[in-house]
């Protein structure tokens, strides 16, 4: 067993479309270069962590790859295949075959994701998928349940580990003296909605996240 799996600290095990969603459409690097490099220092410290099926599938993402490559992250994010893993996939199958249906291109990879976090301690999902509640449509959350697994998104990891991304550098503050943004865009599923602001000209971003679909006031500003 990995030496990292018993360590009396949080790990995290990380689904492809939770990275995938983060890296291209949510956080992309080029707008959040504070934040990835966060999510960077996690990956090397051994807290934010890949099964190698799911590492394997994330690495068909051509950006992904370069940006993994670019700073040597494999050797900390890749967690090699082992009987401990093999088994628990087993148990998942076992309890969800339909996680796994080549007819509704679910991915072959979430039993990985759900059996490195059943193998480690104190270890916690993070994945962009919603539970379905449905033997015949299970998602990563309905396993994750079933386990007592504790599963969370994106956003809750950020939060979780920054706190707030003001602190890291990548939003400025609103003032007083303040004009229209340029852009305002809603990524979210109508339950976790994370709103962005881009403003072009001065290349500043602003971010809320919510429980509401209304559009916030305050992104509607940026500083002068």
């Known amino acids: 067993m990995n030496s990292f799996l018993n360590r009396d600290q949080i790990i995290y095990s990380l689904d492809t479309s939770a990275l995938i969603a983060a890296f291209h459409e949510r956080y992309p690097i080029e707008n959040f270069p504070s934040l990835w490099r966060k999510i960077e220092e996690l990956i090397k410290n051994d807290r934010l962590k890949m099964?190698?099926?799911?590492?394997?599938?994330?690495?068909?993402d051509t950006d992904i790859k370069q940006w993994c490559d670019e700073y040597q992250l494999k050797p900390y994010f890749q967690v090699p295949i082992d009987e401990f893993v093999q088994e628990q996939v087993s148990k998942v199958l076992s309890?969800?075959?339909?996680?796994?249906?080549?007819?509704?291109?679910?991915?072959g990879a979430d039993p990985w994701v759900?059996?490195?976090?059943?193998?480690?301690?104190?270890?916690?999902?993070?994945?962009?998928?919603?539970?379905?509640?449905?033997?015949?449509?299970?998602?990563?959350?309905?396993a994750c349940a079933h386990f007592n697994l504790q599963c969370i998104k994106v956003v809750d990891l950020i939060k979780e580990k920054t706190g707030s991304l003001n602190r890291q550098g990548a939003i400025p503050r609103l003032t007083e003296n303040?004009?229209?943004?340029?852009?305002?865009?809603?990524?979210?599923?109508?339950?976790?909605?994370?709103w962005i602001r881009l403003n072009v000209q001065t290349k500043t971003h602003s971010i809320k996240h919510s429980t509401s679909t209304a559009m916030p006031c305050a992104l509607l500003f940026s500083e002068t």
């Open 51 to 60: 099964s190698q099926i799911v590492f394997d599938e994330a690495m068909r």
């Open 95 to 107: 309890e969800f075959p339909r996680l796994v249906d080549n007819r509704t291109g679910r991915s």
């Open 114 to 142: 759900i059996a490195l976090a059943m193998i480690t301690q104190n270890c916690i999902v993070v994945t962009e998928e919603n539970p379905t509640n449905s033997e015949n449509r299970p998602k990563i959350p309905d």
């Open 178 to 194: 303040r004009k229209p943004a340029i852009l305002l865009k809603n990524y979210g599923d109508g339950v976790s909605n994370t």
